[in-house]
Structure formats: C-alpha cells, structure tokens
C-alpha cells in the first residue's frame, strides 16, 4: 500500500481546466470526479477525458478516480475504464454499504495494483463499517462523506462539530482495526479560515491520516496540519531508536526520558515519520 495521502484534492474529470490545474498542484492525490461534479449527460465524456488524463499524469503523480455508485447504470463502464488504466492509483467507490461492493470492485479492477477507497456517507455505510473495513486485501483507505450523510440523516448545515464524533470514531476505529488509512471528508466551504484550520487540526488530533479537500486554496493549510513538525518527527525518532538499542542489547525493556516504551508508542512513532514522508 501507498503513504497515507495528507491532502487529496477532488477535481471534476469534466473540467479540463480544473483537473489539470489540480494535478499540477501541491496535493499528495488528486481525485478525478466522475459522480457529483459531473451531469449525467456528461458522463461519457468525462470518464474519457478523465483516461487521457491519468495516462498523461499518472505516472508522474498520484491520481484517482471517484467512480459512480455501483448502483447506477454509469459504474459498470467506469470500473471497465479504470481496470484499463496501469496508471491509476486508486478507485474511490461512493456510498460503500457492503462489504460485497467491494469485493465486486476489487474483481472489476482485475490484476492491476490500483487500490480502493470507500467512501462512508450513509447510515448503513457507518453502521456496518467494520465489515466494509474488512472486505478485501484491495481496499486501502475509508473516508468520511458529510454532506450526503448529513442529508440522509436530516442534520442540519449548523450543526457543531462535536457532533460527528460519534461517526468519526466509529470510522476512524474501523479503518485502524483493518489496517487501513483514514481520511476526513471535504469542509462543507471553500474557504481556509479558521473553521477550516479547527475543523481539521480537530480531526488530525482524532487521528485521522488525513483529509480531502475541494478547493486548491485549502492545500496549504490542510498540508501544514497534517504533517507533523520537525519535534515531532525527532521524538518519534528517539523512540525507535531507544528500542532498536534495547533490543540489540538484550533488555527486556526500553525507556527514554523516564518513559517505559513499548509497541503501541513504537507504532505511533512509525506512523508520524511516514506522516512526514521519512522511515
């Protein structure tokens, strides 16, 4: 599997302006949207155009597709494109229910290494996320989607961000136990401000891996939040390195700074210097 993607922008395949202004940017994945950002009568070509642009791009950077539900009647032929493209990184499925889509999906791709990605935005999707969490060796990463979860649940626009926690946990406790990434779905605005800036370093201290965005100006800032810095980075180092010295000595147990340490700091220390794109 890839590093866990800090922030991955989602463009539509049917704008070439805006997909290639998006994959000549700083996001570490770029999303080519086939479902929400595109018409119906737009469908075909999008799923085209997003083809000639993976095979232009994709072996340069990471590029993704969010493909239509499987339960339209565009899935089929999107699934049947990416399984043709050696250069896609990864499938999004939206509105993920079961765990047969995605074993469905996983078949659908063949053996190409393109990856999977569900999308959690229905009550379903969050009360039988464990099982979707565990259905393939394929699927890499779970996402939150607020907007269409918000809408089936009947929440409202102002509702505070400590409600979704419940959600957030759930997701972010399934995608841990299948050893998958987590990512926090789009801020429902475009802005980077200080809702923004909040709502995010709220979800990075959950422990979310990271977090779509859907416009270029809240790169930077979801960036910054999502890596961490250069303290942060070092301690994870001296942990490892305590450990890797405790047990090249033969100690039963390893300490640092008057801290016992153990697995569990060992793998979050991991998890920081691949956060930050280090081993």
Known sequence: MTSPSRVALVAPASDERKARKALAGEADLVILDLEDAVLPADKDSARRAAGTLIREFGTRRPVSVRINALTTPWAGDDLAACAALDALQSVVLPKAETPGQIVDVDRALGDTPTTVHALIETAVGVRDVDAIAGASPRLEALIIGYADLAAELGRS??????????????????????????????????????????????????????????????????????????TAVQEARRVLDALQTAAEQGAGAASLDGRMLDEALAVAARRTLKKAGQR
């Open 157 to 230: 626009a102002t509702i505070t961000r400590s409600a979704w926690e419940p959600v957030q946990d759930r997701v972010l406790i399934a995608a841990r136990a299948a050893g998958l990434s987590v990512l926090d779905g789009p801020h429902l605005t475009i802005a980077d401000d200080a809702d923004f800036r909040a709502a995010k370093t709220r979800v990075r201290d959950l422990g979310f891996d990271g977090t779509w965005v859907i416009h270029p100006q809240q790169i930077a800032t979801a960036l910054e939040i999502f890596t961490p810095d250069d």
